[in-house]
């Protein structure tokens, strides 16, 4: 596949902090100023098949944008958190410390793991330690994953105060020499409530959103291009906004989403990446201007209840520029097609689930935490009627095969996300999908009927389903799925 020029369109540099000036801000520790570069996580990446790591959940006062931030939630004191970086068939171990003043816990987001090591229901108190040891499946796709906390009812709050970390796990497509030759990047998108901003009921109905959005703990970087390709991997770790981006006059060439690698490159104009969904692009250094360009983040309207506290902003931002290097740059030519993805078989049932909001029954989490109501408000997010309580919603039998219909009945945009087995879409409102891809993280717009298609593979056990706008899960828009052995088993 030859990347060919567009013309470029120029566009006026854009800002929502660029006045924002703090000095002296004795006790903070400054990360993210405008002119940076993208800031450069800690990286432990796998040896003779072990990582092993100490991860602590902390707090730390952080200068982001030259605005001081206190009591930020951090892993290790750093933002963005450490990236930790495995193939298939490794071991990885964390020696995990909850030094925060709530409880906490790991959830490993797009990894085919057994329920009981990725462990959604374990509640690590403060001051307690826990060490996870995860067998990374050696049929595990190759991608770009991420790690965040998931104890029910406080997975917003701690995501929207910092905490989340990229997973890589090295697979087919770094074995392309024209990608494994690419300069490669790792965008973790998240937004944060400046001191000044509170949030009401209604915010967190819609979902809350942070002024401040920043990249890898940067607001507005410039990245300098110096290979002739751009590998970009995209991780969308706020909590509730959605990314529309685009980098204008450009063609992207879209190589992953969040299951890993498509079966062939695929150009495209803009990519819409909701909470919890990746992305990988590629970007063509001929095709850059010799000025900066920016990657803009579009207005997208997710909402259709003004009432809910929420309208989608009119303005145009740029996230993050990139500049070409001074010197010379080749077209590259990708192969036409990656590895092909087989289709799963027809399945042995149809379930249907129906996303929409009413009024809780006062539901209370599997860890006793509240679940399902906001504190003082009757409203509650559902699946098919009922707000999360902890009970099996759904079971499943081993090595079967399921249609899922996900109904929006709602007013609404809802990312639905299962947690342990991947799937691929396979129609939108009847509509059969263009392409097969795998997938843990699927958009249901308003009104919308999406059909996925999910293998029970491998592991038994317990875990969730869950709405990723994670004001939505917290207030009761998740279910428990079971995993049992066929019977004859």
């Known amino acids: 596949m030859v990347i060919n020029r567009r013309d470029f369109i120029g566009l006026s540099a ?13 006790g903070f520790v400054s990360q993210g100023s405008v002119s940076d570069g993208a800031a ?8 003779d098949g072990l ?3 100490d991860l602590t959940a902390q707090y730390a006062d952080l200068v982001l944008a030259e605005q001081a931030m206190s009591q930020m939630m951090t892993y290790n004191g750093q933002l963005p958190a450490p990236r930790l970086e495995v193939k298939p068939g490794d071991r990885l171990i964390i020696h995990f410390t909850n030094n925060l003043n709530q409880g906490t816990n790991l959830h490993f987001h797009g990894l085919h793991l057994s329920p009981a090591q990725d462990n959604v229901f374990l509640h690590i108190k403060p001051g307690e330690t826990y060490t996870y040891e995860l067998d990374i499946h050696p049929n595990q796709r190759g ?14 709050e701690q995501l929207f105060r910092g905490l989340a970390g990229i997973i890589v796990v090295r697979g087919e497509l770094d074995n392309i020499p024209e990608i494994a030759a690419a300069q490669e990047e790792f965008f973790l998108l998240q937004d944060f409530a400046l001191p000044n901003e509170n949030s009401s009921h209604m915010n967190l109905m819609a979902g809350r959103e942070g002024s401040l959005r920043l990249v890898n703990g940067n607001y507005h970087p410039t990245i300098e291009v110096t ?59 001929v095709n850059l201007p010799d000025i900066p360009i920016h990657l803009l983040n579009l207005p997208y309207q997710r909402t259709q209840m003004g009432m809910m506290g929420h309208q989608a902003t009119q303005v145009v931002e740029a996230i993050a520029d990139f500049k070409r290097a001074a010197k010379n740059y080749s077209t590259v030519t990708l192969p036409e ?35 399902g109501q906001m504190p003082g408000q009757g409203m509650a997010f559902l699946i098919n009627g009922e707000s999360y309580s902890g009970a099996v919603d759904t079971e499943v039998t081993l090595d079967t095969v399921e249609d899922w219909e ?84």
């Open 51 to 53: 990582l092993e790591i």
């Open 143 to 156: 991608g770009t994953y991420w790690y965040h906390p998931h104890v029910h009812g406080s997975v917003a």
């Open 337 to 371: 097609a990656f590895q092909p993805i087989k289709p799963l078989p027809e399945p042995e049932q149809t379930r249907q689930f129906r996303l929409n909001h009413g009024m809780a029954r006062g539901h209370r989490g599997g860890n006793g935490h509240r679940g």
């Open 406 to 489: 996900i109904i929006n009945t709602g007013t609404m945009d809802h990312p639905f996300h299962v947690h342990t087995n991947k799937f691929q879409i396979i129609s939108r409102n009847g509509i059969p999908e263009a392409a097969i891809a795998w997938h843990d993280t699927v958009l249901v717009k308003v009104g919308e009927t999406v059909k996925i298609r999910m293998a029970f593979q491998h592991f038994t056990g317990e875990t969730v389903y869950h709405c990723h706008i994670l004001d939505h899960e917290d207030l009761g828009m998740m279910g428990k799925l079971k995993i049992s052995a066929p019977q004859n088993s």
């Open 14 to 26: 854009i800002g929502l902090f660029g006045g924002l000036a703090l000095k002296g801000c004795q």
């Open 227 to 285: 290979e002739n390709l751009l590998r970009l991997r995209l991780v969308n770790a706020s909590p509730s906004r959605f990314y529309n981006l685009q980098i204008k006059g450009q063609t992207l060439i879209q190589i992953a989403t969040d299951g890993g690698a498509l079966a062939q490159p695929k150009a495209i104009d803009q990519l819409l990446l909701t909470p919890g969904q990746r992305a990988e692009l590629l970007i063509p250094t």
């Open 40 to 47: 450069i996580a800690a990286i432990h990446r796998s040896k």
